[in-house]
């Protein structure tokens, strides 16, 4: 099992900036990518950024340039730096982690999530 918690959500004028932890414990051996994930209001959730255990990111096209995703394996952490912050980021933001099992394939573990809401 993996356990994930985030932190770092909270309440931010437009143009601000947040950094977003997620903090992985448990067995996390064989995490092949963790991401963040969000889901606003009456939409579904959607990707935000991965980074493989490799070091490889990837972004939404909404939000290149403007979130940065990176990690720090020494303390299993994974972070989410957002820049410039508009309404439209207002979301709950999830953490998510893909582990490969042997003999099962790609698991999937998630975190309950932190609250980012950007006021105009």
């Known amino acids: 099992q993996v356990q994930l918690v985030e932190s770092g959500g909270g309440l931010v004028q437009a143009g601000g900036s947040l950094r977003l932890s997620c903090a992985a414990s448990?067995?996390?051996?064989?995490?092949?990518?963790v991401g963040w994930y969000r889901q606003a209001p009456g939409k579904q959730r959607e990707l935000v950024a991965t980074?493989?255990?490799?070091?490889?990111?990837n972004y939404a096209d909404s939000v290149k340039g403007q979130f940065t995703i990176s990690k720090l394996n020494a303390k299993n952490t994974v972070f989410l730096q957002m820049n410039s912050l508009k309404s439209d980021d207002t979301a709950v933001y999830y953490c998510?982690?893909?582990?490969?099992?042997?003999?099962?394939?790609?698991?999937?573990?998630w975190g309950k999530g932190t609250l980012v809401t950007v006021s105009s």
């Open positions: 998510n982690a893909e582990q490969i099992v042997a003999g099962f394939g790609a698991m999937d573990y």
């Open positions: 448990g067995n996390i051996f064989n995490l092949n990518a």
């Open positions: 980074i493989t255990s490799g070091g490889f990111t």
